[in-house]
């Protein structure tokens, strides 16, 4: 590996100070509004996602992003012909654009699950839920986090 | 020392939709994280969990590091007869833990 210069160095040295607060929201790995499209896709495939039946249960402001809880249910009746089949929970600007993949059946007697979930910024999440009849359904939620999820350092 | 809390209740009427509420003790490492001299913690999650009702799989989950430390799932069922739930998770580092609670059916 190469040592850096003197120069290199002391002009690192001399933004250091600035620069920790900005590495924060520099991090390169965080979810864009296009993976997020392609999560959902890689779930949906070609099918058409239609607005309504879903619910998400999630706070619209909350102070400490390493845990949200979050409730997401759908309106089925939940009988062998007719029912959920599964739950995709995903967000915008985490590192990842998938939070969780819930599989439930006629059995379960009501669609719905709740979890805690971390939020590493400010952003969109959105539901998405499989019917047995092949067609999806989501809904969308805003959601302002004060305090970041896995941003911090350890030692 | 990881260790799961579950909450079904021990008794339920036939057909009764109960509610299950499971948690698994465990840091949900991201892989995102940095120590202070700047290497990446490895990512060490759960990445899987599933529940059995009498053996039959009424509930499955892909989780990811998005979910929160000391994963807490809630869910439903149908009470349909007494028995055993078995719950089961699976995630980095082979972490594999089970833990079971049984139901009267009335």
Redesign the interface.
């Known amino acids: 590996m190469d040592k850096p210069t003197d120069a290199t160095r002391r002009q690192f040295l001399a933004i250091t100070g600035s620069a920790a607060l900005l590495a924060v929201t520099l991090?390169p790995?965080e979810a864009t509004p296009a993976m997020l499209t392609s999560a959902i896709r890689n779930v949906v495939g070609s099918a058409v996602v239609q607005t309504g039946k879903v619910k998400l249960d999630i706070p619209p402001l909350v102070e400490n992003g390493?845990?949200?809880p979050m409730?997401v249910s759908v309106t089925s009746p939940m009988t062998p012909e007719d029912y959920v089949k599964s739950i995709h929970v995903f967000?915008e600007k985490?590192?990842?654009p998938?939070?969780?993949?819930?599989?439930?059946?006629p059995?379960?007697?009501?669609a719905?699950?709740?979890?805690?979930?971390?939020?590493a910024d400010s952003q969109k999440i959105v539901a998405i839920a499989r019917l047995s009849d092949g067609s999806f359904w989501s809904v969308s939620a805003d959601v302002i986090v004060t305090l970041a999820?896995?941003t911090?350092?350890?030692? | 020392m990881p260790s799961a809390l579950i909450n079904v209740p021990a008794k339920a009427k036939r057909g009764e939709?109960i509610e299950i509420k499971t948690l698994m003790s465990h840091i949900m490492e991201?892989g995102?994280?940095?120590?202070?001299t700047g290497e990446i913690?490895p990512r060490d999650i759960i990445t899987s969990f599933a529940c059995r009702?009498n053996g039959?799989e009424?509930?499955?989950?892909?989780?990811?590091?998005?979910?929160?430390?000391n994963?807490?799932?809630?869910?439903?069922?149908?009470a349909?007869e007494s028995g055993k739930f078995e719950f089961e998770w699976i995630g980095d580092r082979g972490f594999s833990e089970t833990a079971s609670a049984s139901i009267i059916v009335e």
Do not use: H, K, M
């Not at chain 1, 059995?107 to 009501?110: D, I, K, L, Q, S």
């Open positions: 991090r790995a390493n845990t949200v409730t967000n985490n590192p990842q998938n939070i969780g993949n819930f599989y439930l059946g059995r379960a007697g009501r719905q699950v709740s979890t805690r979930i971390r939020l999820a896995c911090e350092e350890v030692d | 939709i991201t995102y994280r940095r120590t202070a913690i009702y039959v009424i509930f499955r989950a892909d989780l990811f590091p998005a979910i929160a430390a994963p807490f799932i809630t869910f439903t069922t149908v349909t």
